[in-house]
Nanobody, 112 residues
Framework: VQLQASGGGLVQAGGSLRLSCTVS?????????MSWYRQAPGKQRELVAT???????NFADSVKGRFTISRDNSMNTVYLQMNSLKPEDTGVYYC??????WGQGTLVTVSS
């Protein structure tokens, strides 16, 4: 199972980005919860958001109200819409499938 993440970049504080992650196996995607993690420089990787197979969602307190996570089972893709970005959102964002498979990471840099 391979995960391909994209959508990172440089954005000013207050801006928005949308990350995408496509899973190579449609079967695995449809039966799996999908998550986004991030790792800021010098810090441990942390869970940002999760969407279950029934599209229930959970978010870290630090991003609640600003980020949304969604999935498109027809495209085997999970999205992370990030609004009102803050410099502390800077980091490498990783998608995760079933707490087992990881994408390669995409860098998000938020300038102040």
């Amino acid at each position: 199972v391979q995960l391909q993440a994209s959508g990172g970049g440089l954005v000013q504080a207050g801006g928005s980005l949308r990350l995408s992650c496509t899973v190579s196996s449609g079967i695995m995607f449809r039966v799996s919860a999908m998550s986004w993690y991030r790792q800021a420089p010098g810090k441990q990787r942390e869970l940002v958001a999760t969407v279950t197979t029934l599209s229930s969602t959970n978010f870290a307190d630090s991003v609640k109200g600003r980020f949304t996570i969604s999935r498109d089972n027809s495209m085997n893709t999970v999205y992370l819409q990030m609004n009102s970005l803050k410099p502390e959102d800077t980091g490498v964002y990783y998608c995760n499938c079933r707490e087992t498979y990881w994408g390669q990471g995409t860098l998000v840099t938020v300038s102040s």
